[in-house]
């Protein structure tokens, strides 16, 4: 199937029904022997089987969506671990091996995490720095075979608004946003004290088609449901992606093991949904078990959207 | 004439132009370098501390804050290092091995660096060895480590170990960053946890105080 239809496809499905994403990628390849704090992407050419495998096993637990293996893509993060040079070639990778595994059964959505650091004027990185770098990193995306973009864990509404700009340039028909938020004393905010309300602003100003939350600290999925009316509040017509991880991070015997079960995601998608999420998937710790879980609640053909608007998604 | 409760302010609220002017004239009134350290500069990141404590400001305004300290601390530091002062404690910071994160180790700095501490900043990828050796030359009484990955975490509970083997009196070792907690400080036997910069300066002053 072309890529154009492809993309018409998710749109109408997004009209229809729930999605269902994935899970974490860096938590899955560190069970396949990733070192700690090492370039997960130079896998996508390195051991390509090794990815394939992190998503066949989502695939096979019923995501809808498959993410490539890009969260640290960019030329900034890339040359932080030493690797020069190679954006196109690891991006381009990475969407392929999404591509084979899913086929037409399944969409690809290319990810592009934050650069690392902080645009000025807070920081010392140029805005055109940086949105030269999601630019080429979405290209290769785009050109690897991915249907959309996730722009995610973002903090600062600006480099999002870049990052969403950029993969619309390199000509992505959907562009997907989400912001890692936390709770504080005045709500949830990003770590730059960005309301979801404003977050979701500026990513649609950038011509986001879809917007939410993944990751965030210290969130529980009671949190994550009250967040998500909050997004879909801020959100109007636009549908709203959560990806919550699982729980927050504990040290067990020498290994980092999560709090929230799959069970228990299980237990909060009816939640997430009835606060009028409309694709939703995992963050850091969720694995192919937390999918399996959604999936037959996420993916239920009778659910109702709570949603008042549900056909508000504009077919291309 | 320029009061010193007016550079507060103007730390405090990241007036770069008026931090630097300020910092002139009272020092051009007789205020010694070290008295507008000690009586404007750290009382203004103080504020700023407790507001970011508090969520009344966030990573922005703590930046633009900081960025106003440091331009008088550009005037200050040079006239402090001719007339021989120097800073009461030296503290150690860095982002733990594997990790390349650097934005909470280095807000934590400023924050450091704002309580009138000298900050030895390691950077990111920081292994044991390396925190222990700078520890050692630079007479430190206190390490900070920093994560962000939860894959880390486990770097953390080895650095942790290995400073606390070496055994180097009166050296505190504390950690913090998006995936830790006081549990988790605790189980891996850290001196203490701060959940955010506001906080890692009140337990700086706490474990450094001299023992009652």
Not at chain 1, 123 to 135: I, K, S, V, W
Not at chain 1, 188 to 212: I, K
Not at chain 1, 271 to 279: E, M, S, T
Not at chain 2, 33 to 43: C, G
Request: charge should be negative.
């Amino acid at each position: 199937m072309p890529q154009t239809d492809r993309s018409l496809a998710l749109r109408t499905a997004l009209a229809l029904r729930p999605l269902l994403g994935d899970g974490a990628t860096g938590t899955q390849l560190q069970e396949l022997g990733l070192a700690p704090g090492a370039c997960g992407e130079l896998w996508n050419t390195q051991f390509p089987d090794r990815i394939r495998r992190v998503h066949r096993r989502y695939f096979e637990a019923g995501a809808d969506l498959l993410t490539t293996n890009t969260f640290g893509g960019t030329s900034f993060v890339l040359e932080s671990h030493g690797v020069t040079g190679r954006v196109a070639e690891l991006n381009y990778a990475a969407a392929r091996l999404a591509r084979e595994i899913a086929g037409d059964r399944a969409w690809v959505l290319g990810d592009l995490g934050p650069f690392g650091g902080l645009l000025e004027p807070l920081g010392d990185t140029p805005p055109e720095l940086a949105a030269a770098a999601f630019r080429a990193q979405a290209d290769a995306l785009l050109a690897g075979g991915a249907d959309a973009l996730l722009v995610e864990t973002m903090s600062d509404p600006a480099e999002a608004a870049l990052a969403v700009q950029a993969a619309k340039a390199a000509g992505a028909d959907l562009v997907f946003a989400t912001f890692t938020f936390q709770k504080t004393a005045v709500g949830y905010r990003t770590m730059m004290g960005t309301t979801a309300a404003a977050a979701v602003a500026a990513v649609v100003a950038a011509g986001a088609d879809l917007v939410g939350a993944n990751c965030g600290t210290a969130l529980s999925l009671a949190d994550y449901a009250h967040l998500t009316a909050e997004l879909v509040a801020a959100a109007g017509a636009l549908p709203v992606i959560v990806q919550p991880n699982a729980g927050s991070p504990r040290l067990v015997d020498g290994r980092i093991s999560y709090a929230e079960s799959a069970a228990q995601f299980a237990a909060a998608a009816p939640h997430l949904l009835a606060a009028g999420a409309r694709l939703v998937g995992g963050c850091c710790g969720s694995t192919p078990a937390h999918i399996a879980a959604l999936a037959p609640i996420v993916k239920a053909p009778s659910r109702p959207f709570p949603h008042p608007q549900p056909a508000s998604i504009t077919l291309a | 004439m320029a009061e010193l409760t007016e550079l507060t302010t103007a730390v405090a609220t990241g007036q770069r132009a008026a931090t630097l002017r300020l910092t002139q004239e009272l020092l051009a009134a007789g205020h010694t370098p070290s008295s507008l350290v000690e009586r404007a500069l750290v009382p203004g990141m103080a504020i700023v501390g407790e507001q970011f404590k508090r969520n009344e400001i966030f990573v922005p305004e703590m930046l633009i804050a900081a960025r106003a300290m440091k331009e008088a601390l550009k005037i200050l530091e040079p006239l402090l290092i001719a007339a021989g002062i120097k800073p009461k404690y030296t503290v150690i910071i860095g982002t733990v091995q594997g990790d390349l994160h650097d934005i909470g180790k280095n807000l934590i700095s400023m924050m450091w660096r704002g309580a009138g501490f000298a900050v030895v900043d390691l950077g990111t990828n920081v292994s044991a060895e390396r925190y222990l050796a700078a520890a050692l030359e630079h007479q430190a009484r206190l390490i900070g480590l920093s994560a962000l990955l939860t894959t880390t975490m486990p770097a953390m509970k080895e650095t942790v170990r290995v400073l606390k083997a070496a055994g180097v009196p009166h050296l505190r070792v504390v950690v913090g960053g998006a995936p830790i907690t006081q549990q988790f400080a605790d189980e891996i036997g850290a001196d203490g946890y701060a959940a955010d910069a506001g906080s890692a300066v009140e337990l700086a002053h706490r474990l450094l105080a001299p023992a009652a």
